[in-house]
């Protein structure tokens, strides 16, 4: 889960109308009012029931409930949600890097904090932390962090979720069968036949809490991703110190700054 780090967004009609002759006027058609008050109460027909506000209603209110929130709009909420609010849980992540000359998957477990672009990631003997602009990368082991700063693209290397930030204006999205009860099951594919870096990104949210279960990207070069959650909750009142490193709460600590 590091990144390396390379050196080198009508006209006034009013008067017309009054000026243009009065047609000839209709006949008045007498009036009726009076003898359908004066007709015998034996004589009427029933009045229908008043059924106009109810039948408006219903035009409302049905479509509320027969249609489901569009596929776009329920990743956009929940783009737009991890912007304001963090979440907690913990992950595995496997990656197939086979096209990359990385013929062994590698699978990483953990915890991990998310809000927008940070993160704060622990792994076994290995914690990241991420602010948005300073990724730090401390290995307990050597008793080193290397402090980098990586590019927009090298993001989804820290926090997969990015990719749903970079694609979701670029593709398009629809609803799948879910794999089970409670699940919105979403596809995001490119746009268009043109050229993308991905092909398919599988989303699964919980119905309930729109959190999510399951993220699947397959990128055009062969490289697949897979995430799977548990655990996971929206958080509260989590500090800015949480995406950071600080040297000073470990003594001793090489710090490799390669900024």
Do not use: C
Not at 69 to 81: E, G, L, T, Y
Not at 183 to 193: H, N
């Amino acid at each position: 889960m590091t990144t390396t780090h390379d050196h080198p967004k009508a006209p006034f009609r009013g008067l017309g109308v009054i000026m243009t002759p009065t047609p000839p006027r209709r006949p008045k058609a007498p009036f009726r009012g009076l003898g359908v008050i004066m007709t015998p109460a034996h004589a009427r027909r029933p009045k229908a029931p008043f059924r106009g506000l109810g039948v408006v209603l219903l035009l409302y209110v049905l479509p509320a409930f027969a249609q489901p929130q569009p596929a776009a709009d329920a990743v956009h909420a929940f783009i737009q949600r991890i912007e304001r609010q963090a979440m907690r849980g913990t992950f595995t992540l496997d990656l197939d890097l086979t096209a990359a000359g990385q013929p062994v998957p590698q699978e990483q477990a953990g915890t991990f904090t998310l809000q927008g672009n940070r993160a704060a990631i622990d792994l076994e003997g290995i914690s990241v932390r991420f602010d948005g602009t300073t990724l730090w990368t401390y290995t307990e082991a050597a008793g080193e962090v290397t402090v980098t700063e990586p590019y927009a693209d090298d993001l989804a290397t820290i926090s997969p979720l990015v990719l749903l930030q970079k694609y979701y204006i670029l593709s398009d999205i629809a609803y799948v069968a879910p794999p089970q009860p409670g699940t919105l099951a979403i596809e995001m594919r490119p746009k268009g036949s043109g050229q993308s870096d991905f092909r398919l990104i599988v989303l699964h949210l919980d119905e309930a809490a729109r959190l999510p279960r399951y993220m699947r990207a397959e990128m055009a070069d062969g490289t697949t991703l897979v995430l799977r959650t548990a655990g996971t909750a929206w958080a509260d009142d989590v500090p800015d110190s949480t995406f950071t490193f600080d040297p000073a709460a470990h003594p001793g600590v090489y710090v490799n700054d390669l900024r």
